[in-house]
């Protein structure tokens, strides 16, 4: 969808913001373009849809080489958002998002629809925001009112320069998950400028790392960006702990799941203790008749007569089958749990995550021959 080919921005000083940028984002791809003040970053953004024109070099939006187009209708089909997000104070949140499509002779009806949808799809009710001036929005909700007008005309495109950046971070965080739901849902093609590179790792399908004047460092997956950083710049950029950044794009495998042995809230004492007795175990895992987790329950509860749903314990600790690896580790500090349950879309126990299984999963997950040094991770248990 975009591609960027020998690109340079070179100003009059001499100074080189851009350096002969090679960069491609297929269709559907949320780039992520990451690195310290002074990489390049929202330079080589803007010159994407020419609010800074290049010195050198060609850039190809759908295989159309753009670099001596119209600016104008240029960015008509592209989505901007920036971080102070930019609606105009004068006009309402609907006036707001109106604009491009109101630009493109949109008819009233048509861009009344359009609205409310999409304050829907971002989460702000129509009959509550649409009449509302920015003044009298939160910054998270004029956030939202920002990727709204971004989004009105349908662009292939968005473009986006650290969009949560100003705003606190119980916000941001929702923000950033709301996002991330979109994006799965539209499947726009997003060039995404932030410094916090577990922001660029929660969210990007690629991240390219630029240093100093702009010069491309590594392009590459979130899991590859952190377990093989391709050079000693990209390695002190991540972090010295992206063992532990890499859980977050390391998904749940059941295959790695353990599976104690299970027993239902009416099974007696007597039956639970020998279940307990052959698979040597000191617990298990309390499930009703439809797969649903009860709880737990101990080899010191099965005293005497009576059944397991009497002494069974809440399970506080679980996570969805589709959660990551950083859920899980989360869910386990956060209790203070030897293991966390999984449960399928359907609240249906599938197994449980030990730490030390934990480990063995991030560990794989890493090729040997990355070099990542995991051994010395906080999740050696």
């Not at 048509?110 to 509302?132: H, Y």
Request: hydrophobic fraction near 40%; charge should be negative; include cysteine.
């Amino acid at each position: 969808m975009i591609r960027l080919e020998a690109v340079t921005k070179r100003y009059d000083d001499g100074t080189v913001a851009v350096d002969n940028l090679d960069l491609d984002v297929a269709a559907g791809e949320l780039c992520c373009l990451v690195g310290p003040s002074g990489s390049g970053k929202t330079t080589t953004m803007r010159m994407i849809n020419r609010l800074i024109e290049p010195t050198s070099g060609r850039i190809f939006l759908d295989g159309e080489d753009v670099t001596h187009s119209d600016p104008v209708q240029l960015r008509r089909r592209m989505g901007y958002v920036i971080q102070q997000v930019g609606l105009f104070p004068h006009l309402t949140i609907a006036d707001n998002v109106g604009t491009v499509p109101r630009l493109l002779g949109w008819d009233r009806s048509r861009i009344k629809a359009r609205t409310s949808e999409l304050l829907e799809l971002v989460g702000l009710d129509p009959d509550r925001f649409a009449k509302r001036y920015p003044s009298e929005l939160s910054g998270g909700q004029r956030q939202r009112a920002g990727v709204a007008r971004a989004l009105a005309a349908d662009p292939p495109v968005l473009l986006m320069d650290e969009p949560f950046g100003a705003i606190d971070p119980i916000t941001r965080d929702r923000l950033q998950g709301e996002f991330h739901r979109l994006q799965q849902e539209l499947g726009k093609t997003v060039v995404f400028v932030t410094h916090d590179i577990e922001e660029a790792v929660r969210l990007g399908t690629r991240i390219a790392v630029l240093a100093d004047g702009g010069r491309l460092e590594q392009y590459d997956t979130p899991a590859q960006i952190l377990g093989s950083p391709a050079t000693p710049f990209v390695a002190e950029f991540v972090g010295a702990d992206r063992g532990l950044k890499r859980l977050t794009v390391t998904s749940i495998d059941t295959a790695d799941l353990d599976r104690p042995p299970l027993v239902g809230p009416d099974d007696t004492m007597a039956a639970a203790r020998l279940l307990l007795a052959d698979a040597r175990l000191p617990w298990a895992v309390v499930i009703d008749g439809n797969g649903a987790l009860r709880g737990w329950i101990g080899e010191k509860d099965l005293y005497g007569d009576g059944l397991v749903g009497d002494r069974t314990h809440r399970m506080e600790a679980w996570v969805p089958a589709d959660a990551t690896l950083k859920q899980a580790f989360a869910e386990m500090l956060q209790h203070d749990a030897g293991w966390v349950a999984v449960l399928d879309q359907d609240g249906t126990y599938v197994g449980v995550l030990t730490p030390d299984l934990l480990h063995a999963a991030l560990r794989r997950s890493v090729d040997r021959s990355d070099g990542v040094e995991l051994a010395e991770s906080p999740l050696r248990v």
